[in-house]
């Protein structure tokens, strides 16, 4: 008997008892039932998708259907971002074709819009304190943060004129996204500091204080029947051309770089999908995707123009090096800042403009000045 054992031993053999041979077959069969159900469930979610979505839905007038070569849908809903009914619309679609992948005009700096409650929202969009200052310096630089706060300040008097905070109609992209199973939700906008940054380098000197001027004083009073009208293509595009007589530069980097990034990030997302893995026999399948983009309607006729073009971002993405003009503003303001400084220093005595100096927000804006 014992030579049996060290026989077996030499062979390399190695016997369990039955109780731990069990153990690991029940381990299997467990293991086997998880994924069948799994399988399942994924197939369950996935033939609901398919039984909900209508391959001939019924659209709102705001959206623009464009196909790619391989089959691939793309619906574009044009949009006014202080609007109701772009909510609706946006609703409306998302519900009808069950999308695959959802790409909304936001980019990484704007992103937690998508989570914040409307009545925060609505406080913060009012508001425009010096921590939002600070941050957009921060962000964009002297000249083009100081820019971007002049257009907060006209946001926050569209918000305080209608009562509604802006980007809804994403929110509720959102929201309605993370009801559709194996839908993914994609940023589709250029970063916000590379377009300010861009947007000030072309524009000359006495542009720049024309434009800065004219966002100041600009208080008039907006309704609800406005914002509705900004849905209407004839409407924007008689808006736009006058944007371009005045500010041409504006118009290029506000807008149609921005044409053509929307349209690169769209063109990505509506490539063929991978089947998930309903079953043992289907895997790895591709099918043609389904994608809705969410975009202000002033963007739409330039995607449409350049849907079928190659494109290139990387050379809308670079940032100039500054004028001589803006050089000689920064320095002009560095100066007058410094002598205002300076001059209060001197009013105030040597103990209060050690308390100012002192403080952290202080200090950081006389740090950012003297970069």
């Known amino acids: 008997m014992q030579e049996a054992g060290d026989q077996q031993q030499q062979a390399g053999v190695r016997f369990r008892p039955a109780s731990v041979m069990l153990s690991e077959d029940k381990s299997n069969d467990a293991s086997e039932i998880t994924s069948d159900l799994a399988d399942e469930t994924i197939s369950m979610l996935w033939e609901m998708k398919m039984n909900k979505r209508n391959e001939k839905p019924d659209l709102p007038n705001t959206v623009t259907e464009l196909v790619t070569e391989d089959g691939c849908k793309l619906y574009i809903i044009g949009t006014a971002h202080f609007s109701d009914d772009s909510k609706r619309d946006v609703a409306k679609v998302i519900q009808e074709v069950q999308p695959d992948v959802v790409v909304v005009e936001l980019c990484q700096y704007r992103v937690a819009m998508l989570r914040m409650d409307e009545k925060t929202l609505l406080k913060e969009a009012k508001e425009i304190n010096l921590e939002k200052i600070q941050q957009a310096i921060k962000q964009n630089g002297v000249m083009s943060g100081l820019m971007q706060i002049l257009l907060l300040k006209v946001s926050a008097h569209i918000t305080e004129q209608l009562g509604m905070a802006p980007g809804g109609e994403f929110r509720e992209a959102f929201k309605e996204a993370s009801k559709v199973p194996f839908c993914k939700f994609h940023l589709g906008d250029r970063p916000i500091t590379v377009t300010f940054k861009r947007a000030i380098a072309a524009l000359s000197w006495w542009q720049k204080v024309k434009l800065a001027w004219g966002l100041c004083f600009l208080n008039d009073p907006i309704s609800k029947d406005d914002v509705e009208k900004c849905k209407q293509k004839d409407l924007l595009e008689q808006m736009m051309s006058e944007l371009i007589g005045e500010f041409p530069d504006l118009h290029r980097t506000i807008v ?89 220093c001197y009013r105030v005595g040597k103990r209060t403009a050690h308390l100012i100096f002192s403080m952290p927000s202080v200090q950081y804006y006389i740090q950012k000045l003297a970069e």
């Open 256 to 344: 149609s770089e921005r044409d053509i990034f929307l349209t690169f990030m769209l063109k990505q997302a509506a490539k063929q999908i991978e089947l998930p893995h309903i079953s043992k026999n289907v895997h790895g399948q591709l099918v043609p995707s389904v994608v809705v983009g969410v975009v202000g309607m002033g963007h739409v006729a330039g995607i449409e123009k350049l849907w079928n073009r190659h494109l290139n971002v990387q050379e809308i993405m670079s940032v100039p090096p500054p004028s001589f003009s803006s050089k000689a503003i920064k320095f002009v303001l560095k100066a007058t800042i410094f002598g205002l400084l300076s001059y209060a």
